[in-house]
T-cell receptor, first 112, second 114 residues
């Protein structure tokens, strides 16, 4: 599968392969993290979330991994499909805070 | 679809004018947050409303203001529009109280300031 060791703004992946999108966060006080998918002309769509007391959470075809030691978050998409082409954002929330802080986003393009 | 609706879809305004954007939250949600998304960037938090009061604010000037109504719908008002205000404005609703977790976004209003 395709993976990104560091955060890169774009990721091209072959249909059917697994893809990994990485995100580094800055606030060690963040206690909640979310991945969103945003298609062109639409608002961000909730994919999966994870709290800081967990290091892994699985959904349908997606897995989020959290490494608090290095402040790193990743989203794994299994068997990537053309409909997965979009911009993916990670967002974090600090404990006691009310706002989400978004990362720069990764544009995923699925090749047929 | 999240059930969060926004109006209008698109809007073109002239520098110096005022604009009002509207958001209806998802059924059962009592908290609305507003975000500004410039082209090619992630959303930036403007403010959040809970129980009809501003609950927190990002780094935006006072000419950005809002309201929340008893039915939990919300408005974002921007006075003295500037060219840099051109962006996608998103609202997100959630069901938590002071500390919101899952936030569900509407489709956004595309504002162009000329």
């Amino acid at each position: 599968g395709e993976s990104v060791g560091l955060h890169l703004p774009t990721l091209s992946v072959q249909e059917g392969d697994n893809s990994i999108i990485n995100c580094a966060y800055s606030n060690s006080a963040s206690d909640y993290f979310i991945w969103y998918k945003q298609e062109s002309g639409k608002g961000p769509q909730f994919i999966i979330d994870i709290r800081s007391n967990m290091d892994k959470r699985q959904g349908q075809r997606v897995t989020v991994l959290l490494n608090k030691t290095v402040k790193h978050l990743s989203l794994q998409i299994a068997a990537t499909q053309p409909g997965d082409s979009a911009v993916y954002f990670c967002a974090e929330k600090a404990e006691g805070d009310y706002k989400l802080s978004f990362g720069a986003g990764t544009t995923v393009t699925v090749r047929a | 679809e999240t059930g969060v609706t926004q109006s209008p879809t698109h809007l073109i305004k002239t520098r110096g004018q005022q604009v009002t954007l509207r958001c209806s939250s998802q059924s059962g949600h009592n908290t609305v947050s507003w975000y500004q998304q410039a082209l090619g960037q992630g959303p930036q938090f403007i403010f959040q409303y809970y129980r009809e009061e501003e609950n927190g604010r990002g780094n935006f000037p006072p000419r950005f203001s809002g309201l929340q109504f008893p039915n939990y719908s919300s408005e974002l008002n921007v006075n003295a529009l500037e060219l840099d205000d051109s962006a996608l404005y998103l609202c997100a609703s959630s069901s938590q109280g002071i500390v919101s977790y899952e936030q569900y976004f509407g489709p956004g209003t595309r504002l162009t300031v000329t």
